[in-house]
């Protein structure tokens, strides 16, 4: 994985498509997860992150962070500081149990892609998705929609609930990614943490029985 060393000028405008297809205000839809058989395709292969990468955790956080810090809660410099014990610790709850789940996309042996989620403690059948990222080499080729895949697979193993995220309301290219596996606009909004002066929106999906 190519290591990312400083930080790009990036804005949501320059990834915006010339004529969005935005998903709109619906009720909260069904999910539609692809079965476990898609998630590895000609070129990539989506895995549940292993307890000891911690390393390749880090790397691929940090150099997302980096990439598109518009796009995230959370910044680059916040997170530079962890340790690689509590990168270690992140991958370990990430890679078993059943409370948290990290996937990456590698293309050999590069980290191309990341998403993780995790259950809310007081009940677990509500999902979180957080840190979805493709890298921009890799982008439009399928590898964001089969980790989103890879997360509604995780949470459905629990049974019915709910999978929901926060996303910038001028990402687009997130929310058309969203949109395209079933999941719908709430109402609710909040500034972006790592930028106030932005909105982030609420999307939610129905996991079914
Ligand atoms: C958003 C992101 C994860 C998409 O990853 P990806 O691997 O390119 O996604 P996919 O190839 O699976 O695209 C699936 C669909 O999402 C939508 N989409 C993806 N990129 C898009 C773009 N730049 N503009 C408009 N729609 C886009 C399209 O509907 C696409 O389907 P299509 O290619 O058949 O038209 C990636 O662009 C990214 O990492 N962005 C920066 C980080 C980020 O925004 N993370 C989300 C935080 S909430």
């Given at each position: 994985?190519?290591?990312?060393?400083?930080?790009?000028?990036?804005?949501?405008?320059?990834?915006?498509?010339?004529?969005?297809?935005?998903?709109?205000?619906?009720?909260?839809?069904?999910?539609?997860?692809?079965r476990?058989?898609?998630?590895v395709?000609?070129?990539?292969?989506?895995?549940?992150?292993?307890?000891?990468?911690?390393?390749?955790?880090?790397?691929?956080?940090?150099?997302?962070?980096?990439?598109?810090?518009?796009?995230?809660?959370?910044?680059?410099?916040?997170?530079?500081?962890?340790?690689?014990a509590?990168?270690?610790?992140?991958?370990?709850?990430?890679?078993?149990?059943?409370?948290?789940?990290?996937?990456?996309?590698?293309?050999?042996?590069?980290?191309?892609?990341?998403?993780?989620?995790?259950?809310?403690?007081?009940?677990?059948?509500?999902?979180?998705?957080?840190?979805?990222?493709?890298?921009?080499?890799?982008?439009?080729?399928?590898?964001?929609?089969?980790?989103?895949?890879?997360?509604?697979?995780?949470?459905?193993?629990?049974?019915?609930?709910?999978?929901?995220?926060w996303?910038a309301?001028d990402?687009?290219?997130?929310?058309?990614?969203?949109?395209?596996?079933?999941?719908?606009?709430?109402?609710?909004?909040?500034?972006?943490?790592?930028?106030?002066?932005?909105?982030?929106?609420?999307?939610?999906?129905?996991?079914?029985?």
């Open positions: 994985m190519p290591a990312t060393t400083r930080r790009q000028a990036h804005s949501p405008r320059a990834h915006r498509p010339s004529n969005p297809q935005t998903a709109r205000w619906g009720s909260v839809a069904l999910c539609r997860p692809r476990a058989s898609t998630l395709a000609v070129g990539y292969l989506i895995s549940r992150i292993k307890g000891q990468d911690g390393g390749v955790l880090a790397e691929l956080r940090l150099a997302a962070l980096l990439d598109t810090p518009w796009a995230f809660a959370s910044t680059y410099e916040s997170e530079l500081g962890l340790s690689l509590q990168w270690s610790e992140r991958a370990r709850r990430g890679a078993t149990g059943g409370d948290a789940a990290t996937f990456v996309a590698t293309e050999g042996d590069h980290g191309v892609g990341l998403v993780s989620a995790f259950r809310a403690r007081d009940d677990p059948s509500s999902v979180e998705l957080v840190s979805m990222w493709t890298a921009p080499s890799a982008r439009r080729r399928g590898i964001g929609s089969a980790l989103v895949a890879a997360v509604l697979n995780w949470a459905a193993e629990a049974g019915p609930g709910r999978v929901s995220l996303v309301e990402n687009d290219a997130a929310i058309n990614l969203y949109a395209a596996q079933g999941f719908t606009r709430t109402r609710d909004t909040q500034p972006l943490p790592s930028d106030p002066v932005r909105m982030e929106l609420r999307m939610q999906c129905l996991l079914g029985t």
